[in-house]
């Protein structure tokens, strides 16, 4: 598990070497954390307190065959107006045209829930025909049954999309998060083989 690639420009990603599964959300929903939780490594993904610090997609390879994708988050990054919508399009570009992309992990604060862009990148994703979960993160910051309680909320807005609930700071929901690149991961190849 390192790091493979960083690309800010359409012809700057890397050749595909198999199934890759992107995170997306905004710029301060924890993404690098969650990141980091998911390699078993505390600082593999940078994380700062400066929201934005993600200015291209970046590539992790788990194993020779499978890649996790760090997108740009949204929302707060304090960037120039050009900036963010090369940003968009590179993004857009990538979630729409790129073959190996297997599945999205939408990330959103479970405090807030989702707000417009977190909808509207899921309505994007349907459109473009790739698969998508809700990661609810920093659910160590509210109890047990309010958290219960926004997988609900979430559930009863968005009907069948999968949430997953997690936390950085104590490992929660991981487990079962990787189950669920796993099954997108063995779809995509139509086998048996782990990525782990």
């Not at 690098?32 to 307190?49: V, W």
């Not at 729409?96 to 992309?101: K, M």
């Given at each position: 598990?390192e790091f493979a690639a960083e690309?800010?420009?359409?012809?700057?990603?890397?050749?595909?070497?198999?199934?890759?599964?992107?995170?997306?959300?905004?710029?301060?929903?924890?993404?690098?954390?969650?990141?980091?939780?998911?390699?078993?490594?505390?600082?593999?993904?940078?994380?700062?307190?400066?929201?934005?610090?993600?200015?291209?997609?970046?590539?992790?390879?788990?194993?020779?065959?499978?890649?996790?994708?760090?997108?740009?988050?949204f929302g707060y990054a304090k960037r120039s107006r050009g900036?963010?919508?090369?940003?968009?399009?590179?993004?857009?570009?990538?979630?729409?045209?790129?073959?190996?992309?297997?599945?999205?992990?939408?990330?959103?604060?479970?405090?807030?829930?989702?707000?417009?862009?977190?909808?509207?990148?899921?309505?994007?994703?349907?459109?473009?025909?790739?698969?998508?979960?809700?990661?609810?993160?920093?659910?160590?910051?509210?109890?047990?049954?309010?958290?219960?309680?926004?997988?609900?909320?979430?559930?009863?807005?968005?009907?069948?999309?999968?949430?997953?609930?997690?936390?950085?700071?104590?490992?929660?929901?991981?487990?079962?998060?990787?189950?669920?690149?796993?099954?997108?991961?063995?779809?995509?190849?139509?086998?048996?083989?782990?990525?782990?």
């Open positions: 598990m690309a800010n420009s359409a012809a700057a990603l890397p050749a595909a070497v198999g199934p890759e599964v992107a995170v997306a959300g905004r710029s301060n929903v924890g993404k690098s954390s969650l990141i980091n939780s998911l390699l078993g490594r505390r600082r593999l993904a940078r994380t700062s307190r400066t929201p934005g610090c993600t200015r291209g997609l970046i590539f992790y390879a788990i194993n020779e065959r499978l890649r996790l994708v760090d997108l740009p988050g900036e963010r919508a090369e940003w968009k399009k590179l993004v857009e570009g990538y979630l729409s045209d790129r073959e190996e992309l297997v599945a999205v992990l939408i990330l959103i604060d479970v405090r807030r829930g989702p707000q417009t862009e977190e909808v509207e990148l899921g309505a994007f994703l349907d459109e473009a025909g790739v698969p998508w979960v809700w990661v609810l993160t920093k659910c160590d910051k509210l109890s047990r049954a309010k958290t219960q309680t926004a997988i609900r909320e979430i559930s009863a807005q968005t009907g069948d999309v999968p949430v997953y609930a997690t936390s950085s700071n104590t490992g929660a929901g991981v487990k079962e998060l990787w189950a669920c690149i796993d099954e997108a991961w063995q779809t995509a190849l139509g086998s048996e083989e782990q990525p782990r």
